[in-house]
């Protein structure tokens, strides 16, 4: 068992940021790989980011590319997502979310993770 608590959203001006935190307990962290996802109200959960469990892959989705930043510090067993120049499109519930992954793993899907976090509000103004 890996239990995951997301901290650090919160309400941000458009063009602000925050850094989201993601705790690990439980079976090794630096086994998984890590992710985060969001939703927003009334739309499907969508793949935000993920870490191998090294921290040499990384890996975005186009629509954060360039404004969001995944690491990773094993030693503190935690995941980080920084996020900068917010939009309010990017207001959702930020998980994270665990992944042994394979070869065969797609890193992208949700339905691959096996672990999740409770969730954090993020909230961009305009």
């Known amino acids: 068992q890996v239990q995951l608590v997301e901290s650090g959203g919160g309400l941000v001006q458009a063009g602000g940021s925050l850094r989201l935190s993601c705790a690990a307990s439980?079976?090794?962290?630096?086994?998984?790989?890590m992710g985060w996802f969001r939703q927003a109200p009334g739309k499907e959960r969508e793949f935000v980011a993920a870490?191998?469990?090294?921290?040499?892959?990384?890996y975005y989705a186009d629509s954060v590319l360039g404004r969001f930043t995944i690491s990773r510090d094993n030693a503190k067993n935690t995941v980080y997502l920084q996020m900068n120049s917010l939009k309010p499109e990017d207001t959702a519930v930020y998980y994270c979310a665990a992944l042994q992954e394979t070869s065969r793993s797609d890193v992208e899907a949700s339905y691959e993770y096996e672990y999740w976090g409770q969730g954090t509000q993020v909230t961009v103004s305009s």
């Open positions: 870490i191998s469990w090294s921290g040499m892959s990384k």
């Open positions: 439980g079976r090794t962290f630096s086994m998984y790989t």
